[in-house]
């Protein structure tokens, strides 16, 4: 079955180390995405790439990191530099620059410090 | 500042009854919109979607209409089921900008409950 896979589901963080999400897809899309969720704010774009050892930043770049070395993973990285990390983190890819393509996401990572 | 805004966070509504979802957005670039449905603890899930040169598209259950000179779409349910109970996000893309419906910004979501 293609779609998108994140782990860990649950990933807890001590104060001041940097954590590492992955995202892997096996759909072909040209496109990833990683989005934070938190209660009453919907979702953030963080960062985005739309083409292998392409990436921009979103909205919410401050704090995190991405790399795109292969067209099937987009790992996140939540540093230490983030203030507030504790959050609903959500994966997605989309086929590319296909008018009327859409979106598809992970199941979410969440993750919390502590 | 939020550029799409659904100002209604939950609504209620009886099975077999319609459920209107609403979104408002400011930013006159966007051209094409999409709704999601999410359960908590899940990725969301694409609904419907539809591109500014239309003012309606329908699946089945599922209608979006959308008003351009308001900045308004709305997403009709109908008729709602106990599953189609979860957080319902408003997206919105600007694809003349950016060539692709990939940067979507989404609203705060709206909780629906059907109620038996």
């Known amino acids: 079955d293609g779609g998108i896979t994140q782990s860990p589901k649950y990933l807890f963080r001590k104060e001041g180390q940097n954590v590492t999400l992955s995202c892997e897809q096996n759909?072909?899309?040209?496109?990833m995405y990683w989005y934070r969720q938190d209660p009453g704010q919907g979702l953030r774009l963080i960062y985005y790439?739309?083409?292998?050892?392409?990436?921009q930043k979103g909205d919410i770049a401050e704090g995190y990191s991405v790399s795109r070395e292969k067209k099937e993973s987009f790992p996140l990285t939540v540093t230490s530099a983030q203030k507030n990390p504790t959050a609903f983190y959500l994966c997605?890819?989309?086929?590319?620059?296909?008018?009327?393509?859409?979106?598809?996401f992970g199941e979410g990572s969440w993750l919390t410090v502590v | 500042d939020q550029q799409v805004k659904q100002n209604s966070p939950s609504l209620s509504v009886q099975e077999g009854r319609i459920s209107i979802l609403n979104c408002d957005y400011t930013?006159?670039?966007?051209?094409?919109f999409l709704w999601y449905k999410k359960y908590p603890a899940e990725g969301p899930t694409f609904l419907i979607s539809?591109?500014?040169?239309?003012d309606k598209n329908e699946d089945g259950r599922f209608t979006v209409f959308l008003n351009k000179s308001a900045k308004h779409l709305s997403l009709h349910i109908v008729p709602s089921q106990p599953g189609d109970s979860a957080v319902y996000f408003c997206?919105?893309?600007?694809?003349?900008?950016?060539?692709?419906?990939?940067?979507?910004?989404f609203g705060t979501g709206t909780r629906l409950q059907v109620t038996l």
């Open positions: 759909l072909n899309h040209d496109a």
């Open positions: 997605a890819s989309s086929p590319g620059s296909v008018i009327g393509n859409t979106i598809y």
């Open positions: 790439s739309q083409i292998v050892n392409d990436f």
């Open positions: 930013n006159s670039m966007f051209d094409y």
């Open positions: 997206a919105a893309s600007a694809l003349r900008n950016t060539g692709t419906a990939s940067k979507l910004t």
């Open positions: 539809i591109s500014s040169i239309k």
